[in-house]
């Protein structure tokens, strides 16, 4: 998640930079299958978004606040956690909404 992160760190807060990230979250899946159901939360999370603002204006305060949330959640993230951080993290991920 360090490159994830890094990599979201540098980039605009468009549509285009949250489709990329989904694209990457499968490549993670499927490199390291023990984070598959984190990479699938996340890109359902982020599918979510990019699904209600597709063909649609996509407000800037909107667009910088899923960004910086994403960014946050990324960041707080432990894949080298005990049992107990790992779910808990995958709990946060299951409730985070970005825009909302």
Known sequence: MNDLHAWLSQQHHGLRTFQTFQQKLEILGQHDPAQRGLCRLLSGIVGSYVEAFD????????AEVAHRRLLTLVESLDLHGNAARRLADINRVATCELWR
């Open 55 to 62: 063909e649609a204006p996509l407000p800037v305060d909107i």
